[in-house]
């Protein structure tokens, strides 16, 4: 019977992951389990660093952003004497599993414990990006999204007072998930993205038609990992072919941080309910997904043997179609 568990923060910070430890915490509660929080991602399980948590210290939480755990990119752990260690420690203060709430990166590590010492492991999908195979959507992405619609809401008023594009950079160094949802939420002219190879002249043709028929606001979106440099870089190539005045605008970490939607607060606490419940039964290895709005349990094999198709080209061509 499971006794202890010890619940982690990895990567970059998400909106929704402090209602995934509250779900956790309180549903192992329920079955009679207690909770330990390691401080600052897989830093804090390495260096022993945690601090004991209870139905009440998790709560006043999930209306928050970020991570009160704090997180980190560990490199130590890529190393398996290191591991070896923090699994030890782990043990001595009696923890049994661990829920790793992250990115893939950070599942990584969740697995080379299990498969290396046997520990149980879980993880929750938690990253802005929504680049976990096996999940529709993860913790923290519609909190982004709605983030960068608004300041794009906000840089169309300006657009349209003055009649300047704008080249806005959302967040997403390899993935074009949050660029293209915002793009069509915020009717976009255009969408650049890292994954989809972008016909500039295409969209300079188009822009200057939408110029000539007397639309004033116009506004690209830029994800940070594009190609051309992001919105600095596609500014240059793009503004300069067009006789109109160009600015630019980086959305950067303010996309980070920031209450919760109701959707990722209903996602985190379904996901770790649901993760708790399964460890419980005795399963490790898993990761809990969204699949067409229900928690569901997958490998997590099977979870880093794929990668997930983060740019949409339906939403990329949407936005175009319906620009105006
Ligand atoms: O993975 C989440 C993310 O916010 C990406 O969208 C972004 O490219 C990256 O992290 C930024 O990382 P950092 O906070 O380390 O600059």
Redesign the pocket.
């Known amino acids: 019977m499971l006794q202890r568990i010890g619940i982690l923060t990895s990567?970059?910070d998400a909106p929704g992951m402090n209602a995934a430890i509250r779900a956790c915490v309180r549903t192992a509660t329920e079955y009679g389990v207690t909770s330990v929080g390691y401080l600052d991602g897989f830093s804090g399980l390495v260096e022993n660093r945690y601090i004991e948590l209870d139905d009440r210290t998790v709560g006043n939480q999930i209306q928050r952003g970020g991570t009160f755990l704090g997180t980190s990119r560990s490199k130590a752990f890529l190393d398996p004497d290191v591991r070896a260690k923090a699994v030890q420690q782990m043990r001595d203060i009696g923890v049994e599993a661990l829920i790793v709430v992250g990115?893939d990166g950070s599942f990584r590590g969740a697995r080379a414990l299990e498969v290396e010492h046997g520990l149980a492991v879980a993880g929750l999908p938690g990253?802005?990006?929504n680049d976990v195979y096996g999940t529709d959507e993860t913790i923290g992405f519609d909190t982004a999204v709605n983030s960068a619609v608004q300041a794009v809401d906000k840089v169309r008023d300006t657009s349209e007072s003055t009649g300047m594009m704008f080249f806005v950079e959302v967040?997403?160094?390899t993935s074009g998930a949050i660029a293209v949802h915002t793009a069509v939420a915020a009717g976009a002219a255009g969408v650049l993205v890292p994954e989809e190879q972008e016909d500039f002249d295409r969209l300079v043709e188009r822009l200057r038609s939408s110029m000539a028929r007397g639309k004033r606001s116009h506004i690209i979106i830029v994800a940070?990992g594009e190609d051309a440099g992001g919105a600095f870089g596609a500014a240059e190539r793009v503004g300069s072919l067009l006789d109109n005045e160009y600015r630019v605008v980086i959305l950067g970490?303010t996309q980070?941080g920031g209450s919760p939607t109701m959707r990722d607060r209903i996602i985190a606490s379904q996901s770790g309910a649901l993760a708790i419940d399964a460890l419980a039964a005795g399963r490790s290895g898993f990761m809990i997904g969204m699949q067409r709005g229900q928690p569901v349990e997958i490998d997590l094999s099977e979870v880093l043997s794929h990668s997930r198709p983060t740019s949409r080209i339906d939403f990329v061509r949407l936005a175009g179609r319906i620009a105006g």
Request: charged share 35%; glycine share 34%; hydrophobic share 15%.
């Open positions: 990567g970059g990115g990253t802005i990006d967040m997403g160094r940070e970490h980070r």
